[in-house]
């Protein structure tokens, strides 16, 4: 790839004032292509409003001035402003072109690893079946994304690594790159996609190969004690997102501190519940069977039912009960136990389901 016809325009694997760093193989092509457009356009700019300002005064009306009654034709000139742009245009396209078949053709192989996108979080599914929050990679490893969404429309953008695809309900969208620096990178949501649209943010871990696999192994890796499992499942599966655990403070939907144990006034039928095992199962199969008035905005939590296991769901009840216990405080999830088992080996074979 020629990018020497701009050598100073491009900074190499630097974030610059145009581009986040370069953080894929698509970045180099990408940005040769915007730099190449911006500065074409940029010189006849110049050009075309340079001479109609220099001729705009230099045949302005003036007194003992006669101009032409008509235009005059010159066929070298109109010759001349057509073949050079449309040159240039097809040249545009051609790179275009080229760039585009690339990162729609992905190599044959790849880390298949499942996206399902939500209002408003990010769930990454990898082969080894662990499941997160933030999106884990290994360098310089082709990567494709088999995206779903649960509910409306959403899009994956890693301006880094310059590739963005939307996540349209009930189809599954693919997208292929690779990444070529270990580091962390902001992924957004960057499809208009309800009230907290702007929070549907995530980051992007791109490990060297050991610590890839170590960490999926971390994430694969579920607790025995049934507290510690519901906390990770917490802040896996994306409860995290709209449900604190601290006291008083709301994101989206009730904080779960103090709720364990306490009534709940039902806004719909009015009648006063308890907040306890069998609530919770509802809450997160059909989370609009039952909502407080103060949160009728929780009507937009989409249903998880049979997204937990029955293991899983006793797991998030008993977590919910020791917050109340005051058991727990606020954890990140690097605080969760370290695994324990071997890394596996390789890639494995994707899950596509
Ligand atoms: Cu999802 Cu915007």
């Not at 050991?210 to 994430?219: A, G, N, Q, T």
């Amino acid at each position: 790839m020629n990018t020497s016809m701009f050598p100073l325009l491009l900074a190499e694997h630097k974030g610059s004032f145009w581009f986040a760093e370069a953080g894929s193989t698509f970045a180099e092509e990408t940005d040769f292509l915007f730099m190449a457009i911006l500065w074409i356009s940029t010189f006849f700019f110049v050009v075309v409003v340079g001479a109609m300002v220099v001729f705009a005064i230099k045949y302005r009306r003036r007194p003992g001035y006669q101009g032409d009654s008509t235009a005059l034709h010159n066929n070298a000139l109109e010759i001349t402003w057509t073949v050079i742009p449309t040159l240039i245009v097809c040249w545009i396209f051609a790179r275009g072109v080229q760039g585009y078949m690339d990162m729609v053709t992905p190599p044959s192989e790849t880390i298949d690893i499942n996206v399902t996108a939500r209002k408003w979080s990010w769930s990454f599914q990898y082969p080894n079946g662990a499941e997160s929050n933030e999106l884990h990679l290994p360098v310089n490893k082709p990567v494709r994304l088999l995206m779903r969404s649960d509910d409306v429309l959403h899009c994956f953008f890693v301006p880094a690594f310059r590739t963005k695809a939307d996540v349209v309900p009930g189809r599954v969208t693919t997208l292929w790159f690779q990444p070529i620096l270990e580091g962390e990178f902001p992924l957004y949501c960057a499809e208009y996609c309800g009230d907290d649209h702007s929070i549907m943010r995530a980051k992007v871990v791109v490990h060297n190969q050991k610590s890839y696999e170590d960490e999926l192994v971390k994430l694969n890796k579920a607790p025995d004690a049934p507290v510690a499992h519901g906390q990770q499942l917490y802040l896996r599966r994306g409860c995290k997102g709209c449900h604190s655990i601290e006291d008083g403070k709301v994101l989206i939907g009730p904080s779960f501190a103090g709720s364990w144990g306490k009534d709940v006034k039902d806004s719909i039928s009015g009648a006063t519940v308890k907040f306890d095992e069998q609530y919770v199962q509802e809450s997160i199969e059909n989370p609009q069977a039952k909502m407080r008035a103060e949160f009728a905005k929780a009507a937009q939590m989409p249903s998880y039912k049979g997204r937990f296991k029955p293991k899983e769901m006793a797991a998030i009840t008993a977590f919910l009960k020791a917050l109340e216990d005051g058991k727990i405080t606020p954890e990140e999830e690097s605080a969760l136990p370290p695994p324990e088992t071997p890394a596996p080996t390789g890639d494995g074979a994707a899950k596509t389901n």
